[in-house]
Every structure is written in structure tokens, then in C-alpha cells.
């Protein structure tokens, strides 16, 4: 019966009000234990709830450098093709254009016969394959007219390779890169080569499992350059390192 009544007797109320502080004044409503936990679970929630954004310099690349390089330039006079073909050393006459080929440096040049020539030259910039095209223009003028001139030189292509200091999971890559249609498109894939449009700059790029990187068909070396960095920052994150 006394433990019955100790039981069901009611507990003595408190002499304090209530209150939601502790006796140093603080706070017990919003209580923690660990209130550094409550910042990082915040900062997670924020930075989850972030649109995903590329970030990178590209400062991994290496090796940025013209494999080849394709420019024309205008002579100003209608050639003799037949005749030039006899006067010039290393020409061959194809039809109804004429082959030129330079030692040193190496290059090939396509001649027509309203003047119009063609250069490819291989592992060059911009001023080596202009200097080639001054001495191809100055050597007809030598040998077969004098009235030859060099104007209108133009760059029609450039292919740019680089390379990365790490191999590729191309299967990974792919999927990543498929992860953000806006700015890349995987319109190729095989074995040891993916194929993606970096459509910021209108560029097609080769990426190989080996972690080199070719852009076929460019005008300037800047712009090719800066599509190629644009892709560093999703590929190191499918870097293999074995």
C-alpha cells in the first residue's frame, strides 16, 4: 500500500517558472551539443542544392602545339603549269595542278594555274608557314615570272594536339560529359577514342584513352587552345592513374 501511494502521489512542482534558458542565460530552445555539426549539415544542404558549374583553369594541359597547318596565298598572275613544272626543282605536275615540295622545312603546296596555291605544312605556327610561303612565291618569280607577287595569305586550318599528364577512363568520361548537353556532345565513341563537340566554341576535339587530345579543324591556335582547356576540368576526374 506504501508503494502504491508513492506511486500515484504527484511529484512536487518546481518553485522556478519555466523558462528556455539555462542558468547562465543561454538559450535551450535551439540546443545543440555540437553546434559546428549544424554549420557543415547546412553548408552540405546549400551546396547540394547548388546547379553544378565547371570550374579549372586547364592548367594541366600540356604540350599545346600545331601538328599541321593549311594556308593559301595568291601569286596575282595566271601560271604556265607545264613550264613551271620544268623550271621548278621537286614539282610534279598532277592534271591539271602542280605539286611543290620544300626540304627545309618540310612542306607541300598545290599550285593552280589562275595562281592560286595551297601550303600544308606539318609542325609549324603561323609564321613558319607564312616565312614557306614567301620563299615558294619568291622562287617562281625567280624561275618563271617576275611579275609574281604574294598577297591574300590566309589561314585555312589548323589541327592543334596537346596532352594530358594522366590516363582516361573514356567510359566515365562519356557519361560525364553526356551530363551537360549544354556545353558538350558525345557524338562518337570506340574503344580507345571518344569524339565530343565543346559547343562554347564550335569545336570538335579527339580525346584518347592515352590522354593526348586533337582538335581537326580550327583558325586560330587561342580558340583551339580554350576549347581544349574547357574539357580539363570534367576529364581529371576520370583520370587513371595505373
Known amino acids: 500500500q506504501k508503494l502504491q501511494s508513492l506511486m500515484t502521489t504527484p511529484a512536487p512542482s518546481s518553485p522556478w517558472p519555466p523558462t528556455t534558458a539555462d542558468p547562465l542565460g543561454r538559450s535551450l530552445v535551439n540546443w545543440h ?18 546547379p553544378q558549374v565547371f570550374v579549372g583553369d586547364g592548367s594541366a594541359l600540356q604540350r599545346v602545339r ?5 594556308a593559301t596565298f595568291n601569286l596575282g598572275i595566271p ?3 607545264q613550264q613551271l613544272a620544268n ?32 601550303l600544308k605544312m606539318r609542325s ?5 608557314a607564312r616565312l614557306a610561303s614567301k620563299k615558294l612565291a619568291r622562287m617562281v618569280r625567280r624561275v618563271h615570272c617576275a611579275a609574281a607577287t604574294f598577297k591574300h595569305w590566309q589561314v585555312q586550318n589548323l589541327e592543334v ?14 557519361d560525364m560529359l553526356s551530363e551537360h548537353p549544354v556545353h558538350f556532345f558525345v557524338f562518337s565513341q570506340s574503344r580507345g577514342s571518344l569524339m565530343v563537340e565543346v ?17 581537326f579543324k580550327s583558325k586560330e591556335l587561342s580558340v583551339a587552345t580554350d576549347a581544349l582547356k574547357a574539357l580539363v576540368p570534367t576529364l581529371q576526374c576520370c583520370a587513371q592513374w595505373w
Open 87 to 118: 623550271q621548278a626543282p621537286n614539282a610534279e605536275l598532277c592534271g591539271k595542278h602542280l605539286e611543290l615540295k620544300g626540304l627545309r622545312p618540310r612542306w607541300a603546296a598545290n599550285l593552280s594555274q589562275n595562281g592560286l596555291v595551297k
Open 161 to 174: 594536339i596537346a596532352n594530358l599528364p594522366f590516363r582516361l577512363d573514356l567510359i566515365a568520361a562519356a
Open 33 to 50: 551539443p555540437f553546434p559546428e555539426a549544424i554549420e557543415v549539415e547546412e553548408h552540405e544542404e546549400c551546396k547540394a542544392s547548388e
Open 79 to 81: 601560271l604556265d603549269l
Open 199 to 215: 559547343k562554347d566554341f564550335d569545336m570538335r576535339v579527339c580525346v584518347r584513352s592515352t590522354g593526348s587530345m586533337e582538335v
Open 66 to 70: 600545331v601538328r599541321k597547318i593549311s
Open 124 to 128: 609549324a605556327d603561323t609564321a613558319e
